[in-house]
Nanobody, 118 residues
Framework: QVQLMESGGGLVQPGGSLTVSCAASGSIFSMDALGWYRQAPGQERELVVVTSGGSTNFADSVKGRFTISRDNAKNMVYLQMNSLRPEDTAVYYC?????????????WGQGTQVTVSS
């Protein structure tokens, strides 16, 4: 069982930058996919970025502004967000999944609030 915990959310002005972090209780090296989702008030949770099998896919709305990185030694995943917009305001969730014996295990963090406002 892997537990994920996000941190680093907060209030940032439009055009600003923020990095949110995800700490995993187990090895992220064993995960088949890592990523970030977000959920704005009254909206469904949506994909921000997922990295799997050497490829990384970003939502069109964040391409060129957000980057994902990982530190396997520290079991950390980061989401660097630049040129933030008010529409980026949401709760950001860390995501990981792993396949084992033909079964997919999905892990979520508790979320961290990011608010973009002047």
């Amino acid at each position: 069982q892997v537990q994920l915990m996000e941190s680093g959310g907060g209030l940032v002005q439009p055009g600003g930058s923020l990095t949110v972090s995800c700490a995993a209780s187990g090895s992220i090296f064993s995960m088949d996919a890592l990523g970030w989702y977000r959920q704005a008030p009254g909206q469904e949770r949506e994909l921000v970025v997922v990295t799997s099998g050497g490829s990384t896919n970003f939502a069109d709305s964040v391409k060129g502004r957000f980057t994902i990185s990982r530190d396997n030694a520290k079991n950390m995943v980061y989401l660097q967000m630049n040129s933030l917009r008010p529409e980026d305001t949401a709760v950001y969730y860390c995501y990981a999944d792993r396949w084992s014996q033909n079964r997919k295990y999905i892990y979520w963090g508790q979320g961290t609030q990011v608010t973009v406002s002047s």
